[in-house]
């Protein structure tokens, strides 16, 4: 689209998105922000630094990488029970080490893991690939990494045509949008997060892909087709309820730990 001096195209809903100000990232790089006019959408210049960012895929101050996976695990087990999925596939599409999708395995989720960006570490033999093309998947889950994506609206895109239903988790911006030295979500050390989205750019997606929304309007997301409970899924992942449902489901499931060790090292039983 035409932008005028001082716009860009926002990378979500490609309308007009207006300068903001400028944030150092990586203690260097002076960087444009700009704010869409549509959707809310706040986003990087086009980021010519992102080599640097990713010398390191997961970055240096990532500390709460495993506090965060056991909460994720605990959410997609959640979203699957309010779905009344609770035996279906779930792809982990930005799975990074793998943390996640082992997790869910244990718990006898039947997960499977992708990730361009990252080495799988510890999900090793469960990779979705041209081969799993024609098994069904109910539920894409991104985990931190819509804030990352160069393209969001493709890698969405993408996701749907993987699944009818796509969790996901970044952290909404408040209102009115934080000064860049205020939100610590900015990540100016690491530079790996190009783009924020606000309720009313979900909101915006939801629409395109014509899914329901349901968001607990800070951090998660989820973009179903068809009916799901708003206040089920809630209800369903406050985390004192996890350990009952874990034991529950567990007897129902039966964890993927063994079974998927004898897999991995060729033996039948
Ligand atoms: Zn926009």
Redo the contacts with the bound molecule.
């Keep these: 689209m035409n932008t005028g001096a001082n716009g860009i195209a926002?990378?979500?809903?490609?309308?007009q998105?207006e300068a903001l100000w400028t944030g150092t990232l990586l203690k260097r790089h002076a960087v444009r922000y700009f704010e869409?006019?549509?959707?809310?959408?706040i986003q990087t210049e086009s980021p010519y630094w992102l080599e640097e960012a990713y010398a390191d895929v997961i970055n240096a101050s990532d500390t709460g990488i495993m506090s965060r996976n056991l909460g994720n695990a605990r959410i997609v087990f959640a979203t699957l029970l309010a779905l009344g999925q609770m035996k279906a596939s779930v792809l982990d599409y930005a799975g990074g080490y793998g943390i996640l999708v082992r997790l869910l395995r244990d718990i006898g989720i039947d997960a499977l893991w992708s990730d361009r960006y990252c080495r799988n570490l510890l999900a090793r033999g469960f990779e979705f690939s041209e081969s799993s093309q024609g098994k069904a998947i109910t539920l894409v889950t991104a985990f931190e990494a819509l804030e990352h994506f160069v393209s969001p609206t493709e890698e969405l895109e993408t996701m749907f045509s993987i699944s009818p239903n796509v969790l996901l988790s970044t952290k909404l911006l408040p209102l009115n949008a934080p000064a860049f030295e205020d939100w610590w979500y900015y990540g100016a050390e690491h530079g790996q997060h190009i783009g924020f989205f606000r309720f009313q750019?979900l909101e915006?997606i939801a629409k395109k892909f014509s899914k329901v929304l349901i968001s607990d309007g800070d951090s998660y997301h989820l973009f179903v087709e068809g009916r799901c409970s708003d206040v089920k899924w809630r209800f369903l992942k406050k985390s004192r309820l996890f350990l009952p449902l874990l034991i529950w489901a567990s007897a129902r499931l039966g964890s993927r730990t063994w079974s998927d060790h004898l897999l991995q090292a060729g033996k039948t039983k």
Excluded: D, I
Excluded at 10 to 15: L, P, T, Y
Excluded at 36 to 41: A, E, K, P
């Design positions: 926002c990378r979500v809903c490609h309308s998105s869409c006019t549509s959707c809310g959408y750019t915006f």
